[in-house]
């Protein structure tokens, strides 16, 4: 059996905590912005999608401590967290929704992997649906490598590197910022950083949100009109190195690498949507030039969505 489902409920503040420490400026989350959102659907702010998948995150810990599956990360060496989720709505703020975590599957035998199927549910109907997966090897873009890149720290922040293949963002980690991004997440940040007790541990999910920021700059440098043709995440594909999460400190500096966006056309037949989307590639790179994050984040113009919701007759 899986987790029984319980509720929980976010409010505007917690969207607030969230968004401001990870410096995501996008007006979909903003009390101020997202009624000036071309033919906004929503209706109010929304929670943040790291938001929510930092409560995954966090929730799948606890249901493999609860069961002593835990310490099959360590013994068999997966050093990867990998998290596959595709959005089917929103959570709005004073919504409650539930999670769902499925039994856990061990594939560590054949195939060097944890996993459980996770699904987010509110009284409307499917939020989220996706799997945290655990690994030997990374399962987004393995083969990447930036061990050539040379002068990251030295390179200007908001910059294009690697012959213009990869846009910039620098940042630092913080403590004060991952505590308040975990209570915004509806997670108790005594797990992940306590003074007293010399435990400062980031959670995975953390350094990743951080690219909604990159990629938001990445579009207002090129122009972008977040307003009047807004895009949402259609699905993320995230892959993050426990080793190198491990070691981060506060005020480790972490450059954000954005490529894209690639053009991924419509699909056809059951699960596959129906609307053109854009893929991103992103990265997280340590000072030493090793990665700790790799992901997919996909996106797609609202209108686009809505178009084929009405074609399709569903949401």
């Known amino acids: 059996m899986g987790s029984n489902p319980s509720d929980y409920c976010f409010q505007q503040i917690h969207i607030?905590?969230?968004?401001?420490?990870?410096?995501?400026?996008?007006?979909?989350?903003?009390?101020?912005?997202w009624d000036s959102i071309h033919d906004n659907p929503f209706g109010m702010p929304i929670v943040l999608g790291f938001q929510l998948e930092a409560l995954i995150e966090h929730q799948v810990t606890l249901f493999r401590e609860q069961t002593g599956e835990q310490a099959l990360i360590d013994n068999h060496r997966l050093h990867f967290a990998n998290f596959q989720f595709t959005f089917a709505d929103v959570v709005r703020?004073?919504?409650?929704?539930?999670?769902?975590?499925?039994?856990?599957?061990?594939?560590?035998?054949?195939?060097?992997?944890?996993?459980?199927?996770?699904?987010?549910?509110?009284?409307?109907?499917?939020?989220?649906?996706?799997?945290?997966?655990?690994?030997?090897?990374?399962?987004?873009?393995?083969?990447?490598?930036?061990?050539?890149?040379?002068?990251?720290?030295?390179?200007?922040?908001?910059?294009?590197?690697?012959?213009?293949?990869?846009?910039?963002?620098?940042?630092?980690?913080?403590?004060?910022?991952?505590?308040?991004?975990?209570?915004?997440?509806?997670?108790?940040?005594?797990?992940y950083f306590d003074e007293l007790e010399e435990r400062v541990r980031f959670p995975a999910m953390f350094p990743v949100a951080l690219t909604s920021c990159a990629l938001m700059e990445k579009a207002w440098q090129e122009g972008y009109a977040f307003e009047s043709n807004p895009l949402v995440y259609t699905s993320h594909l995230i892959s993050v190195d426990r080793r190198e999460l491990g070691r981060l400190k506060s005020n480790d500096r972490l450059h954000l690498l954005v490529s894209g966006p690639e053009s991924v056309p419509p699909g056809m037949g059951l699960g596959k949507p129906g609307f053109r989307q854009q893929l991103y590639r992103c990265f997280g790179i340590t000072p030493a030039n090793r990665i700790l994050y790799r992901a997919e984040m996909?996106?797609?113009?609202?209108?686009?969505?809505?178009?084929?919701?009405?074609?399709?007759?569903?949401p």
């Not at 905590?17 to 903003?30: G, Y």
């Not at 996909?298 to 569903?314: E, F, M, N, P």
Request: hydrophobic share 40%; net charge negative.
């Open 16 to 33: 607030d905590a969230a968004r401001n420490a990870t410096d995501d400026f996008n007006p979909f989350h903003d009390p101020w912005k």
């Open 93 to 191: 703020p004073d919504e409650p929704f539930h999670i769902e975590i499925k039994k856990t599957v061990n594939r560590i035998a054949e195939a060097g992997q944890l996993a459980n199927r996770v699904l987010v549910k509110k009284n409307a109907g499917l939020v989220l649906v996706g799997f945290q997966r655990d690994s030997m090897m990374p399962l987004c873009m393995p083969e990447a490598d930036f061990s050539h890149i040379d002068g990251l720290d030295a390179a200007t922040d908001r910059s294009w590197i690697a012959q213009d293949s990869y846009f910039m963002k620098r940042k630092f980690m913080n403590t004060g910022h991952g505590k308040n991004f975990l209570a915004g997440s509806l997670v108790d940040q005594h797990h």
């Open 298 to 314: 996909a996106v797609a113009a609202l209108d686009d969505i809505l178009q084929s919701s009405a074609r399709t007759g569903k």
